[in-house]
C-alpha cells in the first residue's frame, strides 16, 4: 500500500508539468561530487554512486512535529540508560532489565564502567530508523543506532541541487529548510569538547561512508583526519602537523566501531585507531562522539526495553511505538516464537546493516526447523518480531511511477539540547516487494521534504 497525503499529492500536480529530462541532471550531480556509498561484496570493494529517486518522501509538518517529541524523548531515555549503565546500574537492580542481558552482550564495555563523559552526553548522534505502519497509519521505531550512524550528508548534499534543477518545486511549496544539521553538529561538538579543536576521524577512502566523513567534516569546519594524523601524550590527544606542530583535540567525531578505535585496548591489529585513545577517554580529556560503549543501548535484544527504560526514567508513556517483539530469553516469548517461526521476522540482535535478518515466509520447512534449534540453544542471540506491513513510497523508476518499500532514519543531535533534523534519510528498496531496505544491502535513497 502506498501513502498518500495532501503535500504529496500537491507535489505530484506540480512535477507531472515538468521537464523530466532535468533529472538527468540530478544524476550528474550525484556522479560529478562522488555522492557515493560503496559495497563490500563477495570480498570485493565496489564504488558506485549512492542510487537517488527524484520523488521525495513527504511527511506534513504537524506530523513530523509528533516524532519529533517522541524521538526526543527516547534519545534522552536512552542517553540516561547508558549514564546508569556504565555507573550506578539502578535499572538492573530494580529488575526492569535482567542483568545478564547487559553483562552478556558483546557490546556492553565493563573496563569503562566508571567512565564519566563531557556534559554527561553519550548519545551525541543518533540515527533512528522508523517505518510508518499501514495498518494503524502511525510510525515504529525498529532500532536505534547509538554508535556511528551515517546518512545524513547524502540528504544534505542533493537537496542543494534538487533545488536548482526544479526550482520551481520549492518557489511553490513550503519545505522545511535543512541547511542547520551541520551547524547544529558544529554547536554539539564545541558544547561538549574538552578544549581543543574538533576532529573528524575516518577510516578512510576505502570506508563506505568516506564521502560523508569529508562532507561533514568540512560543513561543520573539523579536521577530516586519519589515525595516524593523530598521536597521543601525557593522556590527552593531539593532531599533528607536516611542520611538527600538534594540537590539542577536545572533540572527537568518530566514525569507526570500538573495536577498531585503540589497538592498545581493543583489536591489537587495528591500523585505523590511535594507540592510546582509550586513556585519553578515561582520563576526561577528550570528548569522543558517540561514547565507547554504546553499542549496548542499540544492542536488538535491549531494543526490547526501551519503552520500559522512558516509563522508569522519564515516568512517561512512548510517544512512538516499538515494533511487537519477543525475546527467545522468556519462556513465554520463546513459545510463542516457536509456534509461530513461520509468520515472524528473526533478527541476530549483534548485526546491523540488514545482516542477520531472516523472514519466516520465505524459509523452507527444514530452515526453520534449524533455526529453531539454533534459537533454542542460544536464546540471548536473537529477538523475533511481528512483520510490519509498512507504506512503499512511490518512485520514478526507467521512466514509470513504481511502489517500493521504504523507512526512515532520522538524526538527534545531543548537546545543550536535544535536536531532530527536519529531514532524514528515506532509503527504500531497488526491488520489488523487498523488506530490506539498508543502504549496505544496495537500497537507494530519496530526499526526505517536511511540508507546511
Not at 510508518?132 to 515504529?140: D, L, V
Request: proline fraction near 4%; charge should be neutral.
Amino acid at each position: 500500500m502506498t501513502e498518500k497525503n495532501p503535500q504529496l499529492e500537491q507535489f505530484f500536480q506540480i512535477f507531472n508539468k515538468l521537464d523530466k529530462n532535468r533529472i538527468a541532471d540530478l544524476k550528474e550531480f550525484t556522479n560529478n561530487f562522488g555522492i557515493n556509498f560503496n559495497l563490500f561484496k563477495d570480498g570485493s570493494f565496489i564504488e558506485r554512486s549512492f542510487p537517488f529517486d527524484v520523488i521525495p518522501r513527504i511527511i506534513p509538518k504537524d506530523e513530523f512535529k509528533v516524532l519529533e517529541r517522541g524521538l526526543q524523548q527516547r534519545v534522552k531515555a536512552l542517553n540516561i540508560f547508558l549514564n546508569d549503565i556504565y555507573s550506578d546500574q539502578k535499572i538492573i537492580k530494580d529488575k526492569i532489565i535482567p542483568a545478564e542481558f547487559v553483562f552478556s552482550s558483546k557490546a556492553y564495555r565493563p573496563e569503562f564502567h566508571g567512565v564519566k563523559t563531557s556534559r554527561s552526553i553519550r548519545t551525541h548522534i543518533s540515527g533512528i530508523d522508523l517505518v510508518k505502519n499501514s495498518a494503524n497509519n502511525r510510525w515504529t521505531i525498529l532500532e536505534d543506532n547509538l554508535r556511528v550512524p551515517s546518512g545524513a550528508s547524502y540528504p544534505l548534499s542533493i537537496r542543494q541541487a534538487y533545488r536548482k534543477v526544479y526550482p520551481e518545486i520549492f518557489e511553490q511549496m513550503n519545505v522545511e529548510k535543512i541547511r542547520y544539521y551541520p551547524q547544529k553538529l558544529a554547536e554539539m561538538m564545541n558544547y561538549v569538547s574538552t578544549g581543543g579543536i574538533n576532529v573528524v576521524l575516518t577510516p578512510g577512502r576505502y570506508n563506505s561512508a568516506f564521502y560523508e566523513h569529508a562532507y561533514l567534516a568540512k560543513q561543520t569546519d573539523a579536521i577530516l583526519a586519519v589515525g595516524s594524523d593523530l598521536e597521543v601524550r601525557d593522556d590527552k590527544l593531539y593532531l599533528k602537523s607536516f611542520d611538527g606542530k600538534r594540537e590539542k583535540v577536545g572533540a572527537m567525531y568518530r566514525r569507526l566501531d570500538d573495536d577498531f578505535l585503540d589497538p592498545l585496548e581493543f583489536k591489537p591489529d587495528s591500523m585505523i585507531g590511535v594507540a592510546g585513545l582509550s586513556n585519553v577517554y578515561r582520563s576526561g580529556n577528550i570528548a569522543l562522539i558517540n561514547s565507547i560503549g554504546n553499542g549496548i543501548a542499540d544492542d536488538k535484544g535491549i531494543y526490547y526495553f526501551v519503552p520500559k527504560m522512558i516509563k522508569y526514567y522519564l515516568n512517561e508513556e512512548p510517544i512512538i511505538d516499538n515494533a511487537p517483539t519477543y525475546l527467545p530469553y522468556f519462556e513465554n516469548d520463546m513459545k510463542y516464537v516457536l509456534e509461530n517461526i513461520e509468520k515472524l521476522v528473526i533478527k541476530d540482535v549483534a548485526e546491523a546493516g540488514g545482516y542477520g535478518v531472516l523472514f519466516g515466509y520465505k524459509m523452507s520447512a527444514v530452515q526453520l526447523s534449524d533455526l529453531k534449534e539454533v534459537i533454542k540453544r542460544e536464546p540471548r542471540r536473537f529477538i523475533a518480531q511481528e512483520l510490519i506491513e509498512f507504506y512503499d513510497v512511490e518512485c520514478f523508476m526507467n521512466g514509470e511511477i513504481v511502489p517500493r518499500k521504504s523507512d526512515l532514519r532520522c538524526y538527534v543531535a545531543y548537546g545543550e539540547e536535544i535536536y531532530v533534523w527536519t529531514n532524514g534519510l528515506t532509503r527504500y528498496a531497488l526491488e520489488a516487494g523487498n523488506y530490506l531496505v539498508n543502504s549496505s544491502q544496495g537500497g537507494g535513497f530519496k530526499d526526505t521534504w517536511i511540508v507546511e
